[in-house]
């Protein structure tokens, strides 16, 4: 051994005040033997016998320092050992630790949708054999017409699977720059809300509502103004209650016609009126929801917001192919609008999900290819639709005690039968609102509805006739059946 390298050894070994061999024999931990390599060249160690290159004293003294330091390695091992088995068992304990389940206030701030919740409870009951009569969704019940579903399936042949960027109508016309094609109608309109609302800014919603449009201005930290409807008045906006509402925070006001839940349409003069009063605010935007547009029954007529005189710089118009062209898979919607908006619910887009299915798109181009309002395809689903709405109209005005606005488009049915709250039910308990009633009606009928708080009125129930003619008729039988059984209810 050189003296370099003992001196290193030395070095490093920090004794402060050295044990003796023979209290090192002694230690619980006590190795037989010691094997390591090392620097030291020449160097073979074992329990009571080293040979190396050094003789006499010299030799003695570096065994002894030498047994020392391996010491202290081992003692380091111990130590460290320990210390992992520590670890061990608090890891272990930590499996018993609750983990923060706290949500962003923003996420409890908005409420969950009803109809989906229904709608899951009511699919939950049929596949455990319960024959529940499903009324809640608003999914129309036709396949998706043969051309569009065939031009689907060719852009998947075609290898039109990768990404695309977001691409006149009633009087309009918008550059591809001012179009944003999203996943979905309901992508569009929340997008729109976010890039336009600021905290505390206040949205001006007319109710009955689409359950979705408060959560959305939740969501964007604003406000939601809820501007309340009558059944008499088909459940139309008062332009008056309207201004009478509007402050320095109002952003904005959102219209859906033809309107989910109710079936309402605007017509153009009642229109024109709120346009009148949009034009005095500079800050009120307008979104006009207008995915039932083609899915409306004469008389009535359709008014796109944006078209009126003023409101194009405005509005913000929604649109999509779920509804009409029986395209609920297909997920594919767009907003349209003054290009800086429209830039802006862009970027909000390009972070969140990007451009649509390409497939969906090419699709879509297809339903467009339909004809004026969808063409023949779409007129068949309208008259089908026509006749549902016919048969439930007849049949809900022949029971005592029931409210109906007749819808002029969509395939909702929004009735008041509030004139059955107040009544206990054997088995059941008190009937004293929405909820319990469709709860009621599930429970005694197995028949699956909205109930209308979910739509901000709460004497009212939605009926959704996307469901064939021999469906809604069991499902009318056993509702009257169920009210029947009920209390008669106090003349309206």
């Known amino acids: 051994m050189t003296a370099a390298s003992s001196s290193s050894?030395?070095?490093?070994?920090?004794?402060?005040?050295?044990?003796?061999?023979?209290?090192?024999?002694?230690?619980?931990?006590?190795?037989?033997?010691?094997?390591?390599?090392?620097?030291?060249?020449?160097?073979?160690?074992?329990?009571?016998?080293?040979?190396w290159e050094e003789e006499g004293d010299r030799k003695s003294q570096l065994e002894e320092y030498l047994f020392i330091y391996v010491w202290q390695i081992f003692r380091v091992k111990e130590t460290a050992i320990f210390t992992w088995n520590r670890f061990s068992c608090h890891a272990q304990n930590m499996d018993r630790v609750e983990v923060d389940l706290s949500l962003s206030p923003r996420v409890n701030s908005v409420k969950p949708s009803k109809t989906v919740a229904i709608t899951d409870q009511a699919t939950a009951l049929v596949q455990a054999g319960v024959p529940v009569i499903?009324?809640?969704?608003?999914?129309?019940?036709?396949?998706?017409?043969?051309?569009?579903?065939?031009?689907?399936?060719?852009?998947?042949?075609?290898?039109?699977?990768?990404?695309?960027?977001?691409?006149?109508?009633?009087?309009?016309?918008?550059?591809?720059?001012?179009?944003?094609?999203?996943?979905?109608?309901?992508?569009?309109?929340?997008?729109?809300?976010?890039?336009?609302?600021s905290p505390g800014d206040e949205v001006l919603i007319p109710a009955p509502y689409w359950v979705s449009y408060p959560e959305m201005a939740r969501m964007a930290d604003a406000t939601p103004v809820i501007l309340p409807t009558s059944i008499s008045e088909d459940f139309l906006l008062d332009p008056k209650l309207l201004e009478s509402k509007l402050t320095e925070k109002s952003r904005l006001l959102i219209l859906c016609s033809p309107s989910n839940p109710t079936g309402s349409v605007y017509p153009r003069k009642l229109l024109e009126e709120i346009a009148e009063i949009v034009a005095r605010h500079p800050r009120l935007l307008v979104i006009s929801d207008e995915i039932y547009e083609h899915i409306?029954?004469?008389?009535?007529?359709?008014?796109?917001?944006a078209s009126l005189p003023g409101m194009w710089d405005r509005t913000l118009t929604v649109n999509g192919f779920f509804k009409a062209f029986a395209m609920n898979g297909w997920?594919?919607?767009?907003?349209?609008?003054?290009?800086?908006?429209?830039?802006?619910?862009?970027?909000?887009?390009?972070?969140?999900?990007?451009?649509?299915?390409?497939?969906?798109?090419?699709?879509?181009?297809?339903?467009?290819?339909?004809?004026?309002?969808?063409?023949?395809?779409?007129?068949?689903?309208?008259?089908?639709?026509?006749?549902r709405r016919d048969f439930l109209v007849k049949s809900f005005g022949e029971i005592d005690g029931v409210k109906i606005s007749e819808p002029r488009?969509?395939?909702?049915?929004?009735?008041?039968?509030?004139?059955?709250?107040?009544?206990?039910?054997?088995?059941?308990g008190t009937v004293n609102n929405s909820e319990s009633l469709c709860r009621y009606l599930l429970d005694k009928s197995q028949v699956a509805l909205v109930p209308g708080d979910a739509f901000g009125d709460d004497t009212c129930i939605r009926i959704s006739y996307a469901a064939s003619l021999s469906t809604l008729q069991a499902a009318v039988e056993r509702i009257k059946k169920a009210l029947v059984t009920l209390k008669p209810p106090v003349p309206v």
Do not use: W
Not at 296 to 305: L, R
């Open 296 to 305: 409306i029954y004469a008389p009535a007529t359709h008014t796109s917001f």
């Open 9 to 51: 050894l030395l070095g490093s070994s920090r004794i402060g005040s050295r044990p003796t061999i023979s209290r090192l024999h002694s230690d619980s931990l006590n190795p037989s033997s010691i094997s390591f390599s090392s620097t030291l060249q020449g160097l073979s160690l074992s329990r009571g016998s080293i040979s």
């Open 409 to 428: 488009g969509a395939f909702y049915l929004f009735i008041d039968l509030s004139s059955y709250y107040g009544v206990e039910v054997d088995g059941f």
């Open 134 to 197: 499903r009324l809640a969704a608003g999914k129309p019940d036709f396949d998706t017409p043969a051309p569009i579903a065939e031009a689907g399936i060719n852009a998947i042949r075609e290898g039109h699977t990768r990404y695309t960027p977001n691409a006149e109508e009633n009087g309009l016309s918008y550059t591809p720059d001012q179009i944003v094609v999203s996943n979905g109608a309901k992508q569009s309109i929340v997008q729109a809300v976010l890039a336009v609302c």
């Open 331 to 387: 997920r594919l919607g767009y907003i349209a609008g003054p290009k800086h908006f429209i830039s802006a619910c862009n970027k909000l887009q390009s972070q969140f999900t990007s451009g649509a299915s390409r497939i969906s798109q090419k699709a879509s181009v297809a339903a467009l290819g339909l004809g004026y309002a969808g063409g023949e395809a779409v007129a068949t689903m309208l008259k089908a639709f026509r006749e």
